[in-house]
């Protein structure tokens, strides 16, 4: 038991020393140019967050989660234009852009939660195009032109200070709120739904209520980081607001970092955004970081294709274990079942039909190789 | 009015079988390796663009042209289908593989625009801009042609499946890879093989798609999306449903230019979610899309 309070303190000063380098970064860094990758990384971190609330947890890979983020910046830019908001005030239509969020989900998912696999993700890709194209042709949302915000008053010195702190706090919320569904029983039915939803909803699991509560979760979170990403670039098009990138980017960022985990989605994002940023600032022509991005990609699904922390926990708990019996006491019998599998060729042909029986095993032992 | 109309439906049948053409390669793909192909709309692109090179270069036909681009994409596929998808396997395999083609577009589209620059291309020939008349309607030559290729060539995938042994192979592994393997076939040629004719075929709708549009590397992002509405409407794997699908979407969308162009694209999609919302396998899927 000294072993479990000893980590616990170790990891409450690891958060603690966390949360001090978070604050004090712009401190430390007060250049607009680095507080912008943070600014850029954070809100990244929000929304693949918030992405993999649902659709990490839940095993729905959604590639529609820009139409959140588009429209949480839009619904800010619109309703500043018409109902003449101007200065700091801007900053009060957030959470209009937060409900905007969650309204749009509610028909989104009642639709496209009622098929699995891939038409659900190519319902959210269709669902994607009709927003960016109804963003094209509405005269509200101004056309190719797009919706510009209001001028904030801030010195240019302070203005991405404010905004570090502000996309700080929604990163932290997004993180928090993530820890707290994954350890409610709402984040369990969420994973039975990813294992088995048949077998979920035959033990009871209202599985369609629960796909949506979280779909609705998600979108309200990206549609709020939304609106502050409008905000701090002060102009949205159609296509910056719904890019198609900004999907598959979420996607790679929680793959890098490591599906369903809570720490993953954040490192995928620390690592893969600021690379982005500067690919793109320093190939100004896009080409050849389109090329390395691409390539980036195949390394990362044929090197680590289960992300980054399941790959280094199970790396850890081998070093950890290192010596000790093959069989394990039977209190212990289930994290020694990741060691094995880990060892399981994953390239090998015969891993198809091995495949077939591995739900059987894990509804039992539950999902092995998980780590938060 | 009714002259537009009709003109419309006839319009958007021809434009149809062009579809039809790209959007068999991504639906037999997805039937036997059960994954989504998003490089698909970037290789018809790149199909588009070898037709342009060796047209412009060494002025060869675009039909006649065809007898190298579909060997040359045939192999590209296969190349694709052993260094990258071969690999993967896993309860994430379905969104692994979305990962991979997205990978494997943007390299494509990257080198695309390295050699051939973001300014749009046409494919031109003689009867691209020509057309008959024919009872009323201005028919062009290109989507005469272009509608005969696509049906000879889908008639062709069919009887490869249904006439030979490699697709007596190929259908078995659709219906059951391990089944499949225990009888002796080799899937993983067979998937090869597969994702190597899908690719092939797509030689041929990337050069009918170029010679009706204009194109330039980005346009395979909005052609990926238009296809994967078509294969899943017509139910996944379904080669006969891709073809009723995209003559029905393209009609659709050409009868709806008629009162507002700006808003043909989305009834594209729209039509796409209602349909699901009634009949989630697609107008000819077997299996339910809803089964895990």
């Known amino acids: 038991m000294g072993s479990v309070s000893r980590r616990r303190a170790a990891a409450g000063l690891a958060l603690v020393l966390l949360a001090a380098a978070a604050i004090g970064f712009p401190v430390v860094f007060s250049s607009p140019v680095v507080t912008n990758y943070a600014i850029y990384a954070l809100i990244f971190i929000a929304v693949v967050t918030a992405w993999n609330m649902f659709s990490g947890f839940s095993g729905y890979i959604s590639l529609g989660q820009a139409v959140f983020f588009g429209s949480g910046a839009y619904a800010v830019g619109i309703a500043a234009r018409d109902w003449h908001i101007t200065g700091v005030g801007v900053f009060a239509l957030l959470p209009l852009a937060a409900v905007v969020g969650a309204v749009i989900a509610v028909p989104f998912g009642l639709v496209a939660l009622r098929v699995r ?22 005269s509200f949302t101004g056309g190719s032109v797009g919706v510009s915000a209001p001028f904030l008053p801030w010195s240019p010195t302070t203005f991405n200070d404010r905004f570090y702190y502000l996309t700080l706090g929604c990163a932290v919320v997004a993180v928090v709120l993530a820890v707290l569904v994954r350890r409610a029983r709402f984040g369990l039915r ?60 979420l996607v790679l960022m929680a793959f890098l970092g490591g599906l369903g985990t809570i720490s993953g989605p954040i490192i995928g994002a620390l690592i893969i955004e600021p690379g982005q940023l ?27 294709p289960r992300g980054i922390v399941p790959t280094t926990g ?36 015969e891993g198809r039909s091995r495949l077939k029986r591995r739900p059987e095993a894990s509804g039992k032992t539950g999902r092995a190789g998980e780590k938060i | 009015m009714a002259r537009q109309i009709y003109q ?17 390669g991504l639906t037999l793909i997805f039937g036997v390796l059960d994954i989504i192909n998003i ?139 391990t089944a499949a393997r225990l009888i002796g076939i080799e899937v993983n040629r067979v998937a090869a093989l597969t994702f190597g004719v899908g690719v092939g075929v797509t030689a041929a709708g990337g050069m009918l798609f ?23 409407l017509g139910g996944l794997g379904s080669i006969g449903g891709a073809l009723a699908a995209s003559v029905f979407m393209l009609t659709l969308e050409s009868l709806v230019d008629i009162w507002s162009p700006e808003w043909a694209i989305v009834v594209f999609y729209a039509a796409l979610v209602l349909v699901l919302v009634i009949r989630p396998t697609g107008f000819f899927g077997r299996q339910p899309v809803r089964a895990q």
């Not at chain 1, 850890?316 to 060729?345: H, M, W």
């Not at chain 2, 395979?220 to 999306?225: A, E, Q, R, V």
């Open chain 1, 190 to 249: 969420l994973r039975a739904i990813r294992d088995d939803e048949d077998r979920a909803r035959g033990l009871g699991v209202r599985t369609m209520r629960v796909k949506l509560a979280a779909f609705v979760l998600s979108a309200t979170i990206t549609g709020l980081v939304g609106g502050v990403w409008f905000l701090y670039l002060t102009q949205v098009q159609p296509p910056s607001g719904f890019d198609p990138l900004f999907d598959l980017s």
């Open chain 1, 278 to 304: 500067y690919l793109t600032i320093k190939y100004t022509n896009g080409y050849l970081s389109e090329i390395l991005l691409g390539a980036l990609f195949l390394a990362i699904v044929i090197f680590v």
């Open chain 1, 314 to 349: 199970e790396w850890l708990k081998r070093v950890r274990t290192r010596g000790q019996s093959a069989i394990p006491p039977a209190s212990q019998r289930a994290p020694a079942a990741t060691g094995l599998r880990s060892k399981e060729p994953a390239t090998s042909d």
């Open chain 2, 8 to 24: 419309a439906i006839v319009d958007g049948i021809l434009v149809g079988g062009v579809y039809a053409l790209m959007a068999v």
């Open chain 1, 117 to 138: 696999r891939h038409t659900f993700i190519v319902i959210t890709i269709a669902v994607f195009f009709i927003f960016q194209l109804m963003a094209y042709n509405f």
């Open chain 2, 210 to 232: 170029g010679a009706t549009n204009a194109f330039n590397p980005n346009s395979g992002y909005d052609l990926i999306s238009r296809l994967l509405a078509i294969i899943i």
């Open chain 2, 39 to 177: 490089a698909q709309g970037v290789l018809v692109i790149l199909g588009a663009y070898l037709s342009y090179s060796l047209e412009t270069r060494l002025h060869v036909d675009l039909f006649l042209g065809l007898l190298i681009t579909i060997p040359v994409m045939f192999v590209i596929g296969v190349f694709i289908q052993w260094a990258f998808i071969r690999r993967l396997r896993g309860r994430e395999r379905t969104s692994m593989t979305l990962l991979v083609t997205y990978a494997v577009a943007l390299i494509i589209e990257g080198i695309l625009y390295e050699i051939y620059g973001p300014n749009p291309k046409q494919l031109t020939a003689s009867y691209v801009q020509s057309s008959v008349h024919v009872f009323g309607f201005y028919l062009p030559y290109i989507y005469l042609y272009g509608f005969a290729l696509a049906l000879v060539l889908i008639a062709a995938i069919y009887l490869l499946l249904y006439r030979t042994t490699f697709g007596r192979s190929v259908r078995a592994t659709m219906q059951d890879h």
